[in-house]
């Protein structure tokens, strides 16, 4: 991570639609206005400081906990990128930042929760991995492989399990 010191520039206000206002003095902006942004299409805000692009969600992290070591990633607890409130973001390698991430290929059946395929009409499959290793569970019962499912997160995926 940079090493701006993000606290100069900005403070946190819950009450900002995104958390933070300017605390000093720029060039178009007054100290104590909203530092304005917008959401990409994946929920991302992004601001531009020292003429860099920073994730809010990582400049916020920031500001309460000092710079994020370098090859990590900061994960929204809840999943949601738009909720940047510092107790829903963590410290993440980048294995447990996937763990709890959503799916991101195109799914014949979208409805089903992620890790698990319809193979073939009636029989769902759910498929976890870990360091390399594979899981699967396969059944008619589809309510038998999702709590399958959910239970190895857990147990493999601990605190980062989505569930």
């Known amino acids: 991570m940079s090493t701006i010191n993000f606290n100069y520039y900005y403070i946190y206000d ?93 799914r014949l059946n979208p409805d089903l929760p992620k890790g698990i395929h319809e193979d073939r009409p009636g029989y769902f499959r759910a498929y976890i991995s870990k360091d390399g290793k594979s899981y699967r569970k396969g059944g008619k019962c589809l309510q038998t492989v999702i709590n399958w499912l959910i239970d190895k997160r857990r147990a493999l995926h601990g605190e980062f399990a989505r569930a």
């Open 14 to 106: 819950e009450d900002s639609p995104s958390l933070i206002r300017h605390r000093v003095d720029r060039k178009l902006t007054k100290a104590g206005d909203i530092v304005k942004s917008a959401p990409n299409a994946k929920g991302y805000s992004r601001i531009y400081v020292a003429g860099k692009s920073h994730l809010i969600h990582r400049v916020i992290y920031t500001m309460f906990n000092g710079p994020i070591p370098d090859g990590y990633f900061i994960d929204h607890i809840d999943g949601d990128p738009r909720n940047n409130k510092p107790d829903n973001l963590r410290l993440a390698s980048n294995s447990q930042n996937q763990y709890n991430s959503k799916s991101r290929t195109v």
